[in-house]
């Protein structure tokens, strides 16, 4: 059987980064192949060639058997490949049917919409795909589920449609409503249509798939049968890369008294019950997919968003922080992974970074800054911290990635935070650069500070982390001391539905 | 705007058919025209005079006409999330041109006022051009057509006003004051007509509903394969035509056409429209908000004027409306949001 839709040998770098390198794959008609690897493997590269957002630097692709040039993401869908993008490509004032024939609405007159064609259209597609739908409904009125029901009806009004592609269609979607959309990719699957299916969820990729392609590092791994396969074996393909165990945590021991206890977290977007404890000169390690709602943990508790139900307790005494300001009187310091957006300002000085949380408390006197002693704490932290900069007044823009990232610390250390809070905390720093902020890490741990490290980079975690939170969907799907904090384990973890059946978590093996 | 009356079923789950669709735009609306009415019962209660035809339809409805048709034109930039500041000098720069081709060229005044609102329309298009194709952000554009065209409108008139000559082109003048209907100037039928036009392009043409997907997300839009350059430029060149005939109806209404009176007018356009419910952050909108919007400032204004308060304290008075209108909506969203 010839595949319906095949890339030989694709490449495609961005300046720094192999984003895909020899990447392979086939799709026979008929089938659903699911796609899995972890952040960061290449997927959404994959998804923007095959959209023609992006135009390989090598390599061919095939659609039924005729070379795959599209060049942009309509052409593509004339092509017949349909995609359907994790962040919704929907307009939520117009309605469903409008979202749906937008660009290619009924007209009369060449100028005058025809809403009466238009909704008719829209309903009799709707019910060929058995969608509970209405067609004049305001899509923004409409729940996640829907809305992404919109968008597949979108992707399928277009009946020519042969290859469907979903990134993670199942992101914002509970168990019933899961099932109506497998429902839906059965529905259209016809001996001469397949469906791409991306997704991190274990237990949906063996309720749905048929073949599972693993890719890891924007390499090919392997293809395996469903049927055939635990999903155990999936995940070791997924994280099976050597890891360099002569470097791992320091300093991890028992009995360190609590600095940090969170109970029972929730917001009202995405967390849900989210409990754990910081301890003293520990790093905390946060893993989980993207989503998992890491990020949303660290800007609860410093305020940032508000929460609906929860505790938090800060050296055993129960506090409420409604504002980030609030986090920092506890001595609550949150790092972003965006420094360049929520961490710096990027036209002032070192100096004046360092300063800035610290302003009113240390540096002011009547009314007036004073800069002596900003200029003295500026260079006591460039030397202790080893920021490596010209002076204390150079522009904090021209710095690298590794020595913005230390400027945010030494704010933090200077406004006196002992619970800082990192966020990726080595996203775009350079290799060399990594292991300072490591060593730094460690550190400041020794010395004390009690440090919550989310990183979506497992090497990263399993090399830090005294101890790791693993969370899925919101929730804490799991705690693991570092004996046991392994890629699998924190894999699994990670992929678990916090309701999904029992099933798949003793697949794994034993714990 | 087929429907927009009674009944609201907002804060319940349900979701929003095509009709709870004006609702839900229309909610705004029903505030604001709910406002109106307010208004009109205290003037009625404080100035026997308000409460008359003379005044409602001679003073109030007549004064409404001109800021009300830039309004309209203003209403489709805005839903497209952007906004148009040229519109004040732009109509004086158009009232110029319509002068320009009546008095100074001899034209018959018919296609005097044909060129001239097809000038505004060519306003419209350049704003569209540096909006759409240049990529400046939509308030520096029109922020910079507002000073050209004023400028423009003084050296195209010699900085004097050019009077419309009585004798030759009678039937402009007509254009506003005249009364095709008895006991109503032609302006205010005149503003009905475009009103209804501009309701019909708004919903019922492709022009309109593009309009509404530029502004609700204009990213999406392209993705689904519509050329947004191209519908950009000409959603700002439609509402360049009604800055075109609002230059026409107010040199109609004058006798003459005045180069320097635009400035202001395109904030008061500006108000009409956030106050009928348009929203500045586009996607969300309506003609008949609009509508009440320019009427909520004209009753005011006439309102206050009548009770003789002094035209200062009538700005203020105006300021603390668009500040209430908005606040409400604002507080209707969050309340929404939250359920």
């Given at each position: 059987m010839t595949p319906l839709l095949s890339l030989e040998g694709v490449s495609k770098g961005f300046p720094g980064v192999q984003a895909l390198a020899d990447m392979h794959l086939q799709v026979y008609p008929g089938e659903v192949l699911a796609l899995v690897g972890e952040n960061g493997a290449g997927k959404s590269t994959l998804m923007k060639l095959l959209s023609g957002i992006y135009t390989p630097d090598s390599g061919t692709f095939e659609l039924d058997g005729q070379p795959y040039r599209p060049t942009g993401p309509k052409h593509a869908e004339e092509l017949g490949i349909g995609i359907i993008h994790q962040e919704f490509h929907l307009m939520p004032d117009l309605t469903v049917a409008q979202n749906i024939f937008i660009g290619r609405e009924p007209r009369r007159a060449g100028i005058f919409t025809d809403d009466r064609a238009l909704n008719q259209q829209t309903a009799e597609l709707l019910d060929r795909l058995g969608l509970d739908l209405d067609p004049r409904s305001i899509v923004g009125t409409l729940t996640v589920a829907k809305q992404?029901?919109?968008?597949?009806?979108?992707?399928?009004?277009?009946?020519?449609?042969?290859?469907?592609?979903?990134?993670?269609?199942?992101?914002?979607?509970?168990?019933?409503e899961v099932a109506t959309l497998h429902q839906l990719i059965r529905?259209?699957?016809?001996?001469?249509?397949?469906?791409?299916?991306?997704?991190?969820?274990?237990?949906?990729?063996?309720?749905?798939?048929?073949?599972?392609?693993v890719i890891r590092d924007g390499r090919y791994i392997d293809t395996v049968t469903t049927a055939q396969t635990t999903m155990a074996e999936v995940i070791s393909r997924m994280v099976g890369r050597e890891i360099d165990t002569s470097v791992g945590p320091q300093n991890v021991r028992e009995g360190r008294e609590p600095v940090l206890s969170v109970t029972g977290l929730s917001t009202k977007h995405l967390l849900r019950d989210v409990s754990f404890e910081l301890r003293k000169g520990e790093i905390l390690g946060f893993a989980g997919l993207m989503g998992a709602g890491r990020t949303e943990v660290a800007r609860a508790i410093v305020g940032a968003d508000p929460i609906t139900s929860g505790t938090i307790a800060v050296h055993g005494r129960q506090v409420r922080i409604p504002h980030p300001a609030r986090a920092n009187e506890h001595g609550i310091g949150y790092l972003s992974e965006d420094r360049k957006r929520y961490g710096l300002l990027l036209n002032l000085s070192v100096a004046d970074n360092i300063a800035l949380s610290s302003l009113r408390e240390k540096f002011t006197s009547a009314g007036f800054v004073r800069s002596t002693g900003i200029a003295?704490?500026?260079?006591?932290?460039?030397?202790?911290?080893?920021?490596?900069?010209?002076?204390?007044?150079?522009?904090?823009?021209?710095?690298?990635g590794g020595n913005q990232q230390k400027v945010v610390i030494a704010k933090w250390l200077t406004k006196d935070c002992d619970i800082l809070i990192f966020d990726e905390p080595t996203r775009g720093i350079d290799v060399g650069a990594k292991d300072e902020i490591y060593t730094l890490l460690n550190q400041l741990a020794a010395a004390g500070k009690s440090i919550i490290m989310i990183s979506s980079e497992l090497p990263e975690v399993l090399r830090m982390a005294h101890r790791v939170v693993v969370m899925s969907e919101g929730r804490v799907s799991g705690v693991l001391d570092q004996d046991?904090?392994?890629?699998?384990?924190?894999?699994?973890?990670?992929?678990?539905?916090?309701?999904?059946?029992?099933?798949?978590?003793?697949?794994?093996?034993?714990? | 705007m087929s429907t927009t009356t009674t009944g609201q079923n907002e804060t319940d789950q349900r979701p929003a058919t095509g009709m709870t669709r004006h609702l839900r735009a229309g909610l705004q609306q029903l505030f604001a025209f709910a406002g109106l009415i307010l208004i009109?019962?205290?003037?009625?209660?404080?100035?026997?005079?308000?409460?008359?035809?003379?005044?409602?339809?001679?003073?109030?409805?007549?004064?409404?006409?001109?800021?009300?048709?830039?309004?309209?034109?203003t209403t489709f930039v805005i839903i497209t999330a952007g906004i148009d500041l040229s519109i004040g000098t732009g109509m004086a720069l158009c009232a110029v041109m319509a002068g320009n081709f009546i008095t100074t060229m001899g034209l018959p005044w018919q296609l005097g006022v044909v060129l001239a609102i097809l000038f505004g329309g060519l306003v419209g298009l350049v704003n569209g051009l540096l909006v759409a194709l240049a990529k400046l952000p939509p308030f520096i554009a029109t922020l910079a057509m507002m000073m050209a065209a004023d400028g423009l409108a003084l050296v195209l008139s010699n900085s004097t006003p050019i009077y419309i000559d009585a004798e030759t082109a009678g039937g402009f003048m007509q254009l506003s004051t005249g009364t095709l209907i008895p006991r109503v100037p032609n302006a205010v039928l005149v503003f009905v007509v475009v009103a209804v036009i501009a309701g019909i392009v708004l919903n019922r043409t492709i022009l309109g509903r593009y309009t509404y997907a530029l502004g609700s997300n204009e990213e999406a839009t392209a993705i689904s394969g519509v050329n947004v350059t191209r519908w950009k430029i000409a959603v700002y060149a439609f509402a360049g035509?009604?800055?075109?005939?609002?230059?026409?109806?107010?040199?109609?209404?004058?006798?003459?056409?005045?180069?320097a009176i635009g400035m202001g007018y395109e904030l008061q356009a500006i108000a009409a429209v956030v106050i009928g419910g348009t929203s500045l952050m586009g996607g969300r909108g309506s003609i008949v908000g609009t509508v009440i919007g320019a009427l909520i400032i004209a009753v005011i204004n006439n309102g206050l004027q009548l009770m003789s308060v002094p035209q200062e304290w009538q700005n203020v008075i105006l300021g603390a409306v668009i500040v209430a209108s908005v606040y409400i909506d604002t507080l209707r969203k969050r309340a929404a949001s939250s359920t």
């Open positions: 992404q029901m919109v968008e597949i009806a979108k992707a399928l009004s277009d009946e020519s449609t042969k290859v469907l592609i979903m990134d993670e269609p199942t992101a914002a979607l509970n168990n019933a529905r259209f699957i016809t001996p001469h249509t397949a469906v791409i299916y991306i997704s991190h969820r274990m237990d949906e990729l063996r309720a749905i798939s048929d073949r599972i392609t003295e704490e500026a260079r006591e932290k460039v030397r202790s911290l080893g920021i490596r900069t010209p002076s204390t007044g150079q522009v904090v823009n021209h710095l690298s046991r904090a392994t890629q699998e384990n924190i894999m699994e973890l990670a992929t678990l539905r916090p309701d999904s059946e029992p099933s798949v978590i003793s697949e794994a093996g034993p714990q | 009109m019962i205290v003037f009625s209660l404080a100035s026997p005079v308000f409460f008359t035809w003379g005044n409602l339809v001679g003073n109030m409805l007549f004064s409404t006409v001109v800021i009300g048709t830039l309004a309209l034109g035509l009604f800055t075109g005939l609002a230059g026409v109806l107010i040199a109609a209404r004058l006798g003459s056409a005045q180069p």
